[in-house]
């Protein structure tokens, strides 16, 4: 069974990029008809969709983000990225990595905190 | 963009019947999935595929989806179902997942 885990800084300053890595076991990441994405969550809010790369290597966007976001792929280390640049308080929350395959709805990591203060 | 809108709050005494809606443009057309999520965790996925469950969620959790609302049921509600629950869907005309807005469910 697909395990997450995400990794990368708690706390940013205003202006910076938030860089966060997910690191998949118990299968691969070019495993055929994946989504490896990112979701994230302000505190006491929602969930917001950020992204996904599908296991061909093409990415989606929330068009809310997409001038700011990237996400790609290691498959030589099992692990995908987010990358989101000019980051501001509105961008602080718990960003969860998560996977599907199909329909068959999304595996989540345990979430990481990131706060964006200066 | 696309759109799907959920109640606030559900309130349910203890072994009786919560629904949850979710409403979008013609949902019925869509996969949709609902996820469990309880405080200081990572939400877990309750129903896929309109109706299916994922191995170890109990057959008290049901779904449904038809036209422009799907709706998980909850049967004999127990303390333990308290939690937010998450609709999602995949819009292919965007190209993108969403999310409803949740609903907290308490069972008094």
């Known amino acids: 069974q697909l395990q997450l885990q995400e990794s990368g800084p708690g706390l940013l300053k205003p202006s910076e990029t938030l860089s966060l890595t997910c690191t998949v076991s118990g299968g691969s990441i070019s495993g055929s008809s994946y989504y490896w994405g990112w979701i994230r969550q302000p505190p006491g809010k929602g969930l917001e969709w950020i992204g996904s790369?599908?296991?061909?290597?093409?990415?989606y966007y929330n068009p809310s983000l997409k001038s700011r976001v990237t996400i790609s792929v290691d498959t030589s280390k099992n692990q995908f990225s987010l990358k989101l640049s000019s980051v501001t308080a509105a961008d602080t929350a718990i960003h969860y990595c998560?996977?599907?395959?199909?329909?068959?709805?999304?595996?989540w990591g345990q979430g990481t905190l990131v706060t964006v203060s200066s | 963009s696309y759109e799907m809108t959920q109640p606030p709050s559900v309130s349910v005494s203890p072994g009786q019947t919560a629904s949850i809606t979710c409403s979008g443009d013609?949902?019925?057309?869509?996969?949709v999935c609902w996820y469990q999520q309880k405080a200081g965790q990572s939400p877990v996925l309750v129903i896929y595929q309109d109706t299916r469950r994922p191995s170890g969620i109990p057959d008290r959790f049901s779904g449904s989806n038809s036209g422009n609302t799907a709706t998980l049921t909850v049967s004999g509600t127990q303390a333990m179902d308290e939690a937010d629950y998450y609709c999602q869907a995949w819009d292919s005309s965007t190209a993108r997942d969403v999310f409803g807005g949740g609903t907290k469910l308490t069972v008094l």
């Open positions: 790369v599908y296991y061909t290597g093409t990415t």
């Open positions: 013609k949902l019925g057309d869509k996969y």
């Open positions: 998560a996977s599907r395959s199909g329909y068959s709805g999304f595996t």
